[in-house]
């Protein structure tokens, strides 16, 4: 899928001053199932949506723990974000045995922002096709970061990456404003709620998504089938407010949708973007 003569390696520019390559390794983040990251003062919740190849096969890892206080979540090429948490594992258990503390959430991105961007910068090598977020709590409080295959990062009040991410976004923009002082239950409706989404009709159940956790006075786990399957539950019972909005979203965020629901035909050829 060749776009023109410039896309042929990551360090040819285009006469318009574009990294093709770098571009594609972005798109393949955006054809990976979705997942999302929201904080409060105390809290972060990184949440996945489960997929696997077939009927017969089960889903791929999608969160990671890095270490106790630090977690990531991932979309696109499912490879390439194993070797990043295993780095990101790596520098944590350094700096831990250097300093005798854990490592800030902050400097760790930086980090491996800078791994990314050396790929950028390398004919011999191709850009990672994995966005993370990667979700922490330090001394100076919770933080939530993307990190974007071209070496960029960002920290977020909420963010989704993956196919079908735009509803999820505009569900976390109408809400962000409250997630600050929100507690642990609350920030948990959310995230399913956000997740549900991405969906577009199909049932949220504990087995086609993946929640994880991290907060003060609690290291970062992932929740039991058992208690999300609860939580959806009682969610569904208590605050049908939330998917009455849907039909509202859904007509919104059709034409921002749309090139994600075309991304099918490439994902059949790389089964591992998923």
Known sequence: ?????????????????????VEYAMEAVKQGSAAIGLRSKTHVILACVNKANSELSSHQKKIFKVDDHIGVAIAGLTADGRVLSRYMRNECINYSYAYESPLPVGRLVVQLADKAQVCTQRSWKRPYGVGL??????????????????GNYFEYQAF???????????????RFETFMDS???????????ALRETLQGEKL???????????VGEAFHMLDKETIQALINEFEIAGEEAPAAAPDEAGSDEPAAAPEEGAPADQGAAPMDI
Request: net charge neutral; hydrophobic share 35%; glycine share 8%.
């Open 133 to 150: 977020l990667v979700g922490g709590l330090d001394e100076s409080g919770a933080h939530l970061y993307y990190n974007c295959p071209s």
């Open 160 to 174: 989704a990456i993956g196919s079908r991410s735009q509803a999820a976004k505009t569900y976390l923009e109408r």
């Open 205 to 215: 159940t504990s087995t086609n998504c993946t929640v994880a956790v991290v907060g």
């Open 1 to 21: 899928m060749f776009r023109n003569q410039y896309d042929t390696d990551v360090t040819t520019w285009s006469p318009a001053g574009r990294l093709f390559q």
């Open 183 to 193: 507690s642990r239950e609350s920030l948990l409706k959310d995230a399913l709620f």
